[in-house]
């Protein structure tokens, strides 16, 4: 009987077509998958028992060695190394790697973790910091100098290296003057808990009792209200008072001036000028007129890269072309040499009469398709044309690409709809391929649908070709109807949605922003109660007609409420429209300054992006030159309301 169901079977299996074949290869892949996810140890190890010519099987072998090495008990040190060998270069075999050399660090083998960092391609910050704590561990005293040379470097380290720091501080190498440095950066930033650890590696005598310190950073307007009168009689009462008055900057900054204004002489002068650098890199947040002043006040005390630059935008704000200047040649020279300064700086020394040498700083960067590149380019009379090159492509080339294990790879994980796995499988395809391959890699991305592989590829290629690939206009059956229905331009639309999801349909962001146009849930609610939309689902953003008819709807709306202005209806896309309103200035404003001096990081490299790729998007459309000054125009003054 059961010869019997064996050799049905078997001729039921002979029968099978060569999809049939694949689904049953994919429905194991998946179910590997799902039994990793669930803590099924019993269904993977069955499942990567079995062998098949499916292209993602070295998956299900690597997922049952990854849930060993989440177990308590040894490595399967012959498992994992067979493992290694069979697939050495692939993403996977960079993946066991690092897992296993977490799980030696967990076991503390840092003789094995040694042994085997080096095969490792791309450590993450983690492991870096795992390494050195493994050298330090075996011995290796060069950790000490290698720390104390970057310590400024090492304030936001990832906090596997606390180990190293706490070692060393502990052992005196590094000074209470060293931990103090750092506990003021920890106090000024978005976690300022993470100073609690480091005040615990001061000597007992020159810490602060914690408790104190955390109402100090937890309510600091009460805290220096009720500041006894000889708070200054010792460091650490100094020190708790700068990080009182540090994080009540980051709340309001004129608040935080009035108290400092009360006690300053109380601080000894390295204590003023880096509290003023911190009065001055909050102003400039917050749009403070008197950010540059204090900034100079803090003359020369060490500031943070984002203070630096935030030293440069303080008198952006306020067109003072000489201080552009003097905080853009204070910049160190790598800092000196990226587009915005190079720019700002050729802006500056035109402002003040020296247009050679403003000319030549421009020319360093004009051309470069980026926000600074098209501004450097108009300044020296040209506007950005039309783009006429496209990398060529071979036959050997094309069959490169479509035989590259790790693109096959990537292909099939994107066709079950594992997008992070294929995203890692794709980059790490493309490490060191030339120009030609790149090509034939993007347009593969692009007859699959992967569009967003598609542009990040041919972006690694000659930044002057490949546009048709670098800038594609997918779905213009869907959008052009609503752009025209919504009388916005075509080029800003597509250059907003490629920003905002690289024209994936799936798209989502991890504060839920959803599809093409990446619509929030309640965004979209919102626009569809604007629009008459009676039966509006958060689920229907799925769909790629609805999600673009919201999208482009909401586009309409807030740059009607924006004075039809594109940069600002750019950040209030991405920021809201309060905020765009808010950052306008009590004059008209340069469009351009109004960019750069976007207090939000991510809203201000969009923005930029968003505008730069509608010039280029309007050059391909239209076939003609644009510029980037024009779209980025004026920015009217605020008015009471919005401030």
Not at 104 to 123: I, N, T, V
Not at 495 to 524: D, H, K, N, W, Y
């Amino acid at each position: 009987m059961a010869k019997g169901l064996w050799a049905a079977l078997a001729f039921a299996l002979a029968s099978l077509s060569p999809a049939a074949w694949a689904q049953l290869g994919d429905d194991r892949i998946l179910a590997a998958r799902e039994a990793l996810r669930t803590g099924d140890r019993a269904t993977l190890e069955r499942l990567s028992s079995a062998r098949d010519p499916h292209v993602l099987d070295p998956y299900v072998r690597y997922w049952r060695l990854y849930s060993l090495l989440a177990r308590p008990e040894p490595a399967p040190a012959a498992e994992l190394i067979e493992f290694l060998l069979y697939e050495p270069d692939s993403l996977l075999a960079e993946r066991l790697r690092a897992d296993w050399l977490r799980h030696m660090a967990r076991d503390r083998d840092w003789s094995g973790f040694l042994q085997l960092y080096p095969d490792l391609r791309e450590p993450d910050a983690e492991l870096r910091c795992l390494q050195r704590n493994a050298r330090l561990e075996n011995g290796d005293m060069t950790v000490i100098a290698e720390v104390q040379d970057r310590w400024m470097e090492l304030v936001d380290a990832n906090s596997a290296c606390e180990t190293v720091f706490r070692t060393l501080a502990l052992a005196g190498h590094i000074t209470p003057d060293q931990l103090w440095w750092r506990i003021r950066r920890q106090t000024d930033s978005r976690n300022p808990a993470a100073a609690r650890a480091t005040l615990s590696w001061l000597p007992v005598s020159e810490a602060p009792a914690l408790a104190e310190f955390e109402r100090a950073t937890k309510s600091p307007a009460a805290y220096l209200d009720k500041l006894p009168p000889n708070f200054s009689t010792t460091r650490i009462g100094r020190e708790v008072a700068l990080a009182a008055l540090t994080r009540l900057a980051r709340e309001d900054v004129a608040a935080a001036r009035v108290r400092f204004d009360r006690i300053e002489e109380r601080f000894a002068a390295e204590e003023r000028s880096y509290l003023y650098a911190v009065l001055g890199h909050q102003g400039a947040l917050q749009g403070s007129a008197n950010a540059s002043a204090w900034f100079r006040a803090a003359g020369k005390i060490p500031l943070s890269a984002e203070q630096r630059a935030w030293r440069v935008r303080a008198a952006l704000r306020t067109e003072d072309w000489r201080g552009v200047q003097a905080a853009i040649e204070a910049l160190p020279a790598n800092e000196q040499a990226l587009p915005e300064w190079t720019y700002w700086l050729g802006r500056a020394q035109a402002a003040q009469g020296r247009s050679a040498e403003a000319q030549a700083q421009f020319r360093r960067i004009a051309g470069q398709p980026n926000f600074y590149g098209l501004l450097a380019a108009e300044e020296l009379g040209q506007t950005f044309a039309p783009p006429t090159r496209s990398g060529t492509v071979t036959a050997d080339d094309i069959a490169r690409a479509e035989s590259d294990p790790g693109l096959r790879r990537a292909l099939a994980l994107y066709r079950l709809d594992m997008r992070t796995e294929g995203m890692r499988e794709w980059s790490w395809a493309l490490r060191g391929q030339d120009d030609g391959f790149l090509i034939a890699a993007a347009r593969l991305a692009v007859r699959n649908e992967i569009y967003d592989r598609a542009i990040n590829t041919a972006e690694r290629t000659d930044p002057q070709a490949n546009y048709d690939l670098r800038f594609l206009a997918p779905y213009r059956q869907i959008i052009e109807p609503q752009v025209r229905q919504q009388g916005l331009d075509l080029a800003w639309v597509y250059g907003l949605m490629r920003q905002e999801s690289r024209f994936i349909v799936p798209a989502r962001s991890s504060s839920g922003a959803q599809g093409l146009m990446q619509v929030m849930p309640t965004t979209g609610k919102w626009v569809a109660k604007k629009i008459g939309m009676s039966n509006y689902q958060a689920n229907m953003l799925s769909d790629p007609d609805t999600n673009v008819l919201l999208g482009t709807s909401y586009m309409r709306l807030i740059l009607e409420d924006l004075d039809s202005h594109p940069v600002l209806a750019s950040a209030g896309y991405n920021a809201g429209p309060g905020r765009a309103r808010r950052w306008r200035e009590d004059r008209p404003l340069e469009g351009a300054i109004y960019a750069e001096t976007i207090p939000f990081d991510e809203t201000r490299d969009y923005v930029k992006k968003v505008m730069t790729n509608a010039v280029i998007y309007a050059a391909m459309f239209e076939a003609r030159p644009q510029s980037l000054k024009a779209r980025l125009g004026t920015i009217a003054p605020r008015i009471s309301a919005d401030r």
